[in-house]
T-cell receptor, first 114, second 116 residues
């Protein structure tokens, strides 16, 4: 069965600090990978996605993620966070061609202090 | 494009009452997902449909919950009778047919349900 692990449950950073959120998945086949963001009181919005090609994916608001197949990882990064990045971040994986279902991680709550 | 539309946005009801949540998919999308989000359990997939057919309802908590998709663009999630532990935010998401853009899910604004 597929699963997604987000090891950091709660991260607190100061503005301008660099961010890296971990995401590991378990599935032996080909995958599509996603990072979603949920700002306080809002719905989930797509930050970035990987389907194929360059494993370094750039998303909105300066976020990027790198797919490392050998490590089953898709970590999210941002070189300099802002207070407005305070949100919950969800990693998700889909088994390509097998199902439309996304398996979500438990989320990482990021608090950026001004 | 209006995005996924959910109604109502907020619902407060008393235990034992029937609750119906509604969702309108993005035009052209053919998959529909119902999620529930709580502090304790996080984001849970309840059920999903593909081309109006329920594919996986293993996340539906119990028989009090039912979901339908009477046509290609609309779905309902019904709770009857409702209980306080059903209090949560319920999200609906839709995705387009698989293809070059993959199967990204687009989320609606959610319905915040409070059962007293």
């Amino acid at each position: 069965a597929q699963s997604v692990s987000q090891h950091n449950h709660h991260v607190i950073l100061s503005e301008a600090a660099s961010l890296e959120l971990g995401c590991n998945y378990s599935y032996g086949g080909t995958v599509n990978l996603f990072w979603y963001v949920q700002y306080p009181g809002q719905h989930l919005q797509l930050l970035l996605k990987y389907f194929s090609g360059d494993p370094l994916v750039k998303g909105i608001k300066g976020f990027e993620a790198e797919f490392i197949k050998s490590k089953f990882s898709f970590n999210l990064r941002k070189p300099s966070v802002q207070w407005s990045d305070t949100a919950e971040y969800f990693c998700a994986v889909n088994a390509r061609g097998a199902t439309n279902k996304l398996i979500f991680g438990t989320g990482t709550l990021l608090a950026v202090q001004p | 494009d209006a995005g996924v539309i959910q109604s109502p946005r907020h619902e407060v009801t008393e235990m034992g009452q029937e609750v119906t949540l509604r969702c309108k998919l993005i035009s052209g999308h053919n998959s529909l997902f119902w999620y529930r989000q709580t502090m304790m359990r996080g984001l849970e997939l309840l059920i999903y449909f593909n081309n109006n057919v329920p594919i996986d309802d293993s996340g539906m908590p119990e028989d009090r919950f039912s979901a339908k998709m009477p046509n290609a663009s609309f779905s309902t999630l019904k709770i009857q009778p409702s209980e306080p532990r059903d209090s949560a935010v319920y999200f609906c998401a839709s995705s387009p047919p698989p293809g070059g853009v993959g199967n990204e899910q687009f989320f609606g604004p959610g319905t915040r349900l409070t059962v007293l």
